[in-house]
């Protein structure tokens, strides 16, 4: 699977960095060409020269590169580099660089290319195993993964410290693997297809403070939409209120009410391949918003009568107007599901 394909290596400054050449080796072995891109803190750990013979090619320190001849490692090169790769792999990945990525720093060359590239990112993280469970660094990864990077689990052992549990860099077997895998999954047989997905629930509100809404957290529409980015299509993603970051190279769109939603799948429909509706839209929606908050106080002897009326039916209205794109679409039910949906 790595025959022919470009790989970035990013290394960044932990212990593991020690273990690079032995993975430019066996990335190598297995077909793919590779150039190495190192942070500053990285060359305490490996030398550029190591690096460079291994790779057959300049290794870029920095994020101020010395001037090259060589077109790739030139002028603007995280650019030059990010079009020529088919996929970026950071190991290790220290908690420090992961920390910068999850919130977008581009501070040394590592960082920089990994906001310049296209393609599938690899982080492998690697460090003192307190470091790692820390609350900080587990809400990174978390921010990472659902921004679309593929994260590799560390393996388990004895580390530099002497201490004994998770934070090693995997075997480099496992590490081609892996890439393997990213590669055959991020095929690029999308390409030139526009398609939007909708994901999240929906609020309709009662007054100013209270709403009525679903229990969706909206994960399912962005593993799809990350997905469809990862496989070349052009993705808008249509989104009610969640709290998840949005996938690297998707587009969004964010919507509060069922009717909002319809409007905004609506006209991204028009100019769409594929519609995929994984949004859990309410179907009834107050007759009546009030304005300003209501009062308890109102309801102490008598109940509160909510009027409800019914949503617009966004699939429905999609397969009455476009039937020529593909349409596809979600039932949440309780019972019978097949039936019912």
């Known amino acids: 699977m790595l025959k022919g394909k470009n790989i970035l290596l990013g290394i960044t400054g932990g212990i593991a960095a020690y273990k690079t050449p032995l993975l430019v080796r066996a990335i190598r072995k297995a077909g793919g ?32 590169p010395k001037e ?38 581009a501070d040394n060359a590592v960082t920089t290319l990994a906001l310049a590239v296209r393609c599938p990112v690899v982080v492998s993280p690697a460090m003192d195993t307190d470091m790692l469970e820390h609350p900080a660094t587990e809400a990174n990864l978390t921010a990472l993964r659902e921004q679309g990077y593929v994260v590799l689990p560390p393996a388990a052992g ?30 690029h047989d999308l390409r030139g297809k526009k398609i939007v997905v909708s994901a999240g629930p929906t609020h309709e509100a009662i007054d100013p403070v209270r709403y009525i809404g679903n229990r969706s957290s909206g994960k399912m529409g962005f593993a799809i939409a990350r997905a469809a980015s990862l ?29 909002q939603m319809y409007q905004g799948v609506v006209k991204e429909a028009k100019k769409s ?22 009062k308890k106080q109102q309801f102490q002897r008598q109940p509160m009568t909510l ?12 397969s009455e107007t476009k039937p020529r794109n593909i349409l596809v679409g979600f039932s949440l039910e309780t019972d019978r599901d097949i039936y019912h949906a």
Do not use: C
């Open 68 to 105: 090259s001849e060589n077109t790739l490692t030139s002028g603007t090169w995280h650019i030059t580099l990010s079009q020529w790769a088919d996929v970026l792999l950071i190991a290790p990945a220290t908690a420090n660089t992961i920390a910068k990525l999850a919130h977008g720093y």
């Open 273 to 294: 391949d594929v519609v995929i509706m994984a949004a859990a839209v309410a179907d009834f929606t107050p007759k009546v918003v009030v304005h300003r908050k209501i």
């Open 158 to 187: 004895e580390l530099a410290s002497g201490l004994v549990g998770p934070g090693r860099l995997p075997e480099m077997r496992s590490i081609v693997k892996a890439l393997e895998e990213v590669l055959a999954f991020s095929r």
């Open 307 to 318: 009027e409800l009326k019914k949503t617009k039916d966004i699939l429905q209205h999609l």
């Open 33 to 64: 060409s590779i150039r190495a891109v190192l942070s500053e803190s990285a060359k305490e750990f490996v030398t550029p020269m190591t690096l460079a013979t291994l790779t057959g090619g300049e290794v870029i320190i920095g994020t101020f």
């Open 231 to 259: 496989r070349g299509a052009e993705v808008t993603l249509v989104s009610g209120p969640v709290a998840l970051s949005t996938p690297r190279g998707v587009k969004r769109i964010d919507v509060e009410s069922a009717e």
